[in-house]
Structures are given as structure tokens and as C-alpha cells.
């Protein structure tokens, strides 16, 4: 049975850092309600929570939480469900570069990309830059990340939840210009993705991340 929380969260569907949350929320099985935005009858009451305006957003009684790394802590911080967080220090280090790597580095030039998905009016010199950049930023996640079943220290930890919805966007960016096979080259991220992905946690995430995906693209 699910632990109950009372907690809600703001949640897109297709937003990769609301994916973040997901699996921690689905890994810990907590019963948290999840309001998929855009919706009339939330939007009022998000933007009062909101003043960064961003998804995810938790709501736990008088907390407001923003931003997916802080939600993620946050949750694993009140101790409910299984823990995300390796023991030792080296470990929960290196579970954070990852999660920091994605953050800082990955998901800035992926933005830009999945703002040129479109290849009418796509700016060439733009993608050229950013595909560059996403390319030197996942040689470093191919450094950190430990494999092949988990990103560190052999559990599923709060990197994982960072770097499933990374990867599963890196995949599905990469033919959209001209890269069919987006792991050449980074064999030991490969490998995780494929493994990870037999985690029933994890496919529950991707499922719902390449169903709102396709849905987008279908228009
Ligand atoms: N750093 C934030 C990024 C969140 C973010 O950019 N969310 C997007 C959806 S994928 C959003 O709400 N964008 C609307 C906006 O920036 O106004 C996090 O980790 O939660």
C-alpha cells in the first residue's frame, strides 16, 4: 500500500525534471497527487505558489517546494519509503555531481535543442553549438557513472532519478538531428540505460515520458 502524504505536486508530464520527482515518488511509493499543468482550474492557485513559475512544484501542508533537486532531497530528507541516498559520503558526492552535471550541463544545450526540433526555420549554426556542448557534457556523465545496473554505489539512488529522463531525451534527440546511434562512443552510458531500464520504476517513467513526447510530436 502506498504511504500516504497529503503532499501534491505540479507535474507535466513530458518535463524531464518533473520526471525526476516521479521516480522518486514512485520508487519511495508514496501517495503524492499529482496536478498536471496546464490545467484552468490549478493555474491560479500555481502561480500564487510559483513565483519562478517552473515545474515541478511540491506542496507539503504550509511548504512550498521548487525545483526538482530540492523537491528530491526534500522528499528523501522526511524519511518516507525506501532511501535514495548512498551512506557513504564519497558516494552521495558523486550522486550529486551526476545529478549537477545534468543540471548545469546537459539539460541547457538539450533545451535549446528541443527548441529546434522543428526543421523549418531551424537555426543550423545554434544546433551545430549546442549539440557540441551536450556532446562534451554526456562524456562526463559517461566518466561518473559507475554502472552497469545503477549510476552509483550498486542501489538505486537519487542520481538515477536524474539521469533517467536525461538519457531517455539524449535518445530521443539524437535522430532528430542526424544522430542515429546518440551512445556511439559513450558505451558504459549505454550500457546503464539499457539496464536501468528493466527497473520497474524506471520504465513506468519512461513510459510516460515517450507517451507525452509522442503526444507532442503528434501535435
Ligand atoms: N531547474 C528547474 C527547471 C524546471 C523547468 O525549467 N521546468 C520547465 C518545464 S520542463 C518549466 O516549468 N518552464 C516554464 C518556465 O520556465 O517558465 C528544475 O530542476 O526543476
Redesign the pocket.
Known amino acids: 500500500m502506498s504511504i500516504q502524504t497529503g503532499m501534491k505536486m505540479y507535474n507535466?508530464q513530458?518535463?524531464?525534471?518533473?520526471a525526476?520527482c516521479r521516480m522518486v515518488i514512485y520508487a519511495k511509493d508514496l501517495d503524492v497527487w499529482l496536478i498536471d499543468l496546464p490545467d484552468p482550474a490549478h493555474e491560479a492557485e500555481f502561480t500564487s505558489l510559483a513565483p519562478?513559475?517552473?515545474?515541478?512544484l511540491l506542496v507539503d501542508g504550509g511548504t512550498v517546494v521548487?525545483?526538482?533537486?530540492t523537491?528530491c532531497e526534500y522528499l528523501e530528507d522526511k524519511g518516507l519509503g525506501v532511501s535514495l541516498r548512498p551512506d557513504a559520503p564519497a558516494d552521495r558526492a558523486k550522486m550529486r555531481l551526476i545529478g549537477r552535471i545534468g543540471?548545469l550541463y546537459v539539460?541547457g544545450p538539450m533545451?535549446k535543442l528541443f527548441g529546434q526540433i522543428n526543421p523549418a526555420g531551424r537555426d543550423q549554426q545554434l544546433v551545430a553549438k549546442e549539440l557540441v556542448e551536450l556532446r562534451k557534457a554526456m562524456g562526463w556523465l559517461e566518466h561518473y557513472i559507475e554502472g552497469p545496473d545503477f549510476a552509483v554505489a550498486g542501489q538505486l539512488t537519487l542520481a538515477d532519478c536524474a539521469l533517467v529522463p536525461v538519457l531517455f531525451f539524449f535518445r530521443e534527440i539524437g535522430p532528430m538531428f542526424g544522430q542515429e546511434q546518440p551512445f556511439n562512443g559513450l558505451p558504459r552510458t549505454e550500457a546503464y540505460y539499457a539496464a536501468i531500464g528493466k527497473n520497474p520504476v524506471v520504465a513506468k517513467v519512461v513510459a510516460e515520458l515517450d507517451e507525452a513526447l509522442r503526444r507532442m510530436m503528434a501535435g
Open positions: 507535466s513530458l518535463s524531464p525534471f518533473a525526476r519562478m513559475g517552473k515545474i515541478p521548487p525545483e526538482s533537486d523537491i543540471d539539460m533545451g
